[in-house]
């Protein structure tokens, strides 16, 4: 290990207090998690909206829903059943090892590494925090830099909940990621970009470290003429527009059946109008762009594809003082357009048609497996063939992002939007190891067969084959 990595002495301090974290009781881990959840409800409450909206001017009512609530939601889940989590699970044992016990323990993977993003910082920093804390871990944290005002106040969240030989969270840049992927972790969990995270997992190799990667990718919504399209595009708006675009699952692409695109680009205009006014930007109820490259990057993806003769159905209006951008509906946009190459992360929803199910299939299988696929159909068959020949990290039929809110469900991507899951008992696997435990409590017939092997034991061996 490097020395002069400017974060050895703090990694040193958790490994050498690990065990003593990793053998604290339910009880204290309980503990532990009721402080985070106060200061979050609570003591930094305001503070934390005030610090979002600072960042990129996130409503106060979309902080509370979409950053402290599902933190709070994560914490009760995690106090109702850890005791549960924690209790070794009792495994059978075959009968030609009569005479012993076996068992699984969830013991804690040791000093782990949790790299947040800006697009929801409270949220994306503190539930795998959670689940480290849940598992039994030491942890170091390291927010996005994108995001000052709200990294500046978790660090002072967590040096007042937490010691640092425990938890600590270090404020920087990109140099300050690239010394803490230095260090030899027992895991990282990693959230963002999958450009990023490959790095990451390249990073983990040099000390085989253990790696969650929640990544992202190009998310479909398909909608058939089934579905109830008034409900179905009100729902596309809100998961769309939401922290104006900047979900790693919200709906990346809209491939519609043709027949309905009339009637969706004008559903889609009164829905933009009913949430945001005719003036999104007047709007107390729409966030802006990160920061100016985000901004640009997302404004010149918009004008390569005006530039190759797509059409903006709906918006398309920015003002970069703000980092604004309208929420936008582009359609005819040809392949290579940024907008269908890339990620769009942002207020801009591309819409494609399709003549049957099976080419919008087709058209999804032709990509990346996305992290998440939106389903709006009320004919059971076609749900039914979707999901049966696509690859998603998760599918939601008939509405959008819910799959996040349910704790009972893995989240997470597959290859190119992730590796590992989070949320619940899953977030909880992740920060630890399951280790088998055999414990012998009497003669084992594996000790009648030691050397010599004699005519006897030969016999014995071939019964053991035979019948166990």
Not at 63 to 79: G, H, N, R, S
Not at 101 to 107: D, M, T
Not at 209 to 222: A, D, F, H, N, Y
Not at 372 to 382: D, E, G, P, R
Request: glycine share 4%; with cysteine; charged share 20%.
């Amino acid at each position: 290990m490097n020395t002069e990595n400017p974060f050895s002495e703090l990694f040193q301090k958790q490994k050498a207090n690990q065990f003593k974290i990793g053998n604290t009781t339910y009880k204290e881990r309980i503990a532990k998690l009721k402080r985070l959840q106060d200061a979050l409800e609570n003591t930094y409450k305001q503070d934390i909206r005030e610090a979002l909206f600072q960042d990129f001017k996130k409503p106060f009512l979309e902080t509370d829903l979409t950053e402290i609530y599902p933190v709070i939601d994560e914490i009760k889940f995690a106090i109702s059943n850890l005791k549960s989590w924690l209790k070794p699970e009792k495994v059978a044992t075959p009968v030609s090892l009569l005479g012993s016990s076996s068992f699984i323990v969830n013991e804690p993977k040791g000093v782990c590494l949790i790299i947040s993003p800006w697009n929801y910082p409270i949220n994306l920093t503190f539930a795998p925090l959670v689940s480290a804390i849940v598992g039994g871990n030491t942890a170091i944290l390291k927010p996005s830099e994108m995001t000052p005002n709200t990294s500046k106040l978790m660090a002072k969240i967590v040096s007042e909940l937490f010691d640092e030989n425990e938890i600590a969270l270090v404020e920087g840049e990109v140099e300050t990621s690239e010394a803490l992927l230095e260090l030899p972790f027992n895991h990282i969990f990693f959230t963002g970009s999958p450009a990023v995270g490959k790095i990451v997992m390249k990073a983990a190799s040099k000390n085989l470290t253990s790696v969650t990667l929640e990544l992202g990718g190009k998310s479909p919504t398909i909608i058939d003429d089934s579905s109830n399209l008034e409900k179905t595009v009100k729902k596309i708006v809100y998961g769309k527009f939401t922290n104006a675009g900047q979900t790693c699952i919200a709906p990346d692409y809209v491939l519609l059946q043709e027949s309905l695109k009339p009637e969706f680009v004008a559903l889609f205009k009164q829905e933009v109008n009913t949430f945001y006014s005719e003036n999104p930007e007047s709007s107390d109820s729409y966030s802006r762009i990160v920061n100016s490259k985000h901004f640009e990057r997302l404004t010149k993806a918009l004008e390569d594809a005006k530039i190759k003769g797509s059409i903006v159905e709906s918006g398309g209006d920015f003002n970069v003082s703000d980092c604004y951008i309208e929420p936008t509906l582009v359609s005819n946009l040809p392949e290579d357009t940024t907008l269908m190459q890339e990620e769009i992360f942002g207020p801009i929803l591309p819409l494609k048609t399709y003549k049957t199910i099976e080419e919008a299939v087709a058209y999804v299988n032709a990509n990346k497996k996305p992290l998440a696929l939106y389903i709006f159909s009320k004919n059971k068959k076609t749900i039914d063939y979707i999901i049966e020949n696509t690859r998603a990290g998760s599918t939601c039929v008939n509405h959008i992002l819910l799959q996040f809110l349910n704790h009972n469900l893995p989240f997470g991507g597959s290859n190119n939007s992730g590796i590992g899951k989070s949320h619940g008992v899953f977030g909880f696997r992740e920060f630890t190891n399951q280790r088998s435990v055999l414990k012998q409590h009497t003669i084992s017939a594996v000790d009648l067969l030691i050397p010599p092997y004699t005519n006897w034991k030969k016999k014995l061996v071939n019964l053991t084959i035979k019948w166990f």
